[in-house]
């Protein structure tokens, strides 16, 4: 079946700690995209991806950087600069129409 | 003001209610409206997608968009408990490729035995 994998679906980051989000995908999606959630504030685009070897900042880029270099990988890492990592996080595939998202890593700061 | 509102609820309802979930939005480009639904620590799944103004029917779903109004509903026949979850807006003026969609904060439905 085709789809969107994020893994771990629960991830712990102690304080000044690096930690990297994975996403896969087998759709053959050209453009991907990582989404924070936090309650009560929707979702917020960290970062996209229209083509491989190429990502652009969306709202919230602050503390976080991506690569692309495969068409089916796209990873997040939340670096010791964002402040407040504690979130649910959202990978989404698209090519045309709406999005295809991932179920998502919890990650928590200890 | 956000570019696309919509009341986070909660809305309780008993089952076999009809639910109607809606959001409003403010740019006049957005020509592609979608409706997510995401139950709990899941990802979002594509529930509704639908092009310019108009109505789309789909089994218990119907979306509806009025353009002229700047406003967008979601209508659930025969509500069932399984329909608890939070139902996401979202809209863009794009289709295809990259599209950076906006969103709605979400809104959380219980539906009640």
């Known amino acids: 079946d085709g789809g969107i994998t994020q893994s771990p679906k629960y991830l712990f980051r102690k304080e000044g700690q690096n930690v990297t989000l994975s996403c896969e995908q087998n759709?053959?999606?050209?453009?991907m995209y990582w989404y924070r959630q936090d309650p009560g504030q929707g979702l917020r685009l960290i970062y996209y991806s229209q083509i491989v070897n190429d990502f652009q900042k969306g709202d919230i880029a602050e503390g976080y950087s991506v690569s692309r270099e495969k068409k089916e990988s796209f990873p997040l890492t939340v670096t010791s600069a964002q402040k407040n990592p504690t979130a649910f996080y959202l990978c989404?595939?698209?090519?045309?129409?709406?999005?295809?998202f991932g179920s998502g890593t919890r990650l928590t700061v200890v | 003001q956000k570019e696309v509102e919509q009341d986070p609820g909660p809305l309780s309802v008993p089952e076999g209610a009809i639910v109607s979930l809606n959001c409003t939005y403010s740019n006049s480009a957005f020509q592609y409206f979608m409706w997510y639904r995401q139950y709990s620590r899941k990802g979002p799944e594509l529930l509704m997608y639908?092009?310019?103004?108009g109505n789309k029917e789909d089994g218990r779903f119907t979306a509806q968009v009025d353009k002229s109004s700047k406003y967008i509903s979601l209508f659930i026949r025969d509500s069932q408990p399984s329909d608890s979850a939070t139902y996401l807006c979202?809209?863009?003026?794009?289709?295809?490729?990259?599209?950076?969609?906006?969103f709605g904060a979400g809104t959380r439905l219980a539906v009640h035995p």
């Open positions: 989404a595939s698209s090519m045309s129409g709406g999005y295809t």
């Open positions: 639908t092009y310019s103004s």
């Open positions: 979202a809209m863009s003026p794009f289709s295809g490729g990259y599209n950076k969609l906006i």
């Open positions: 759709l053959n999606h050209d453009a």
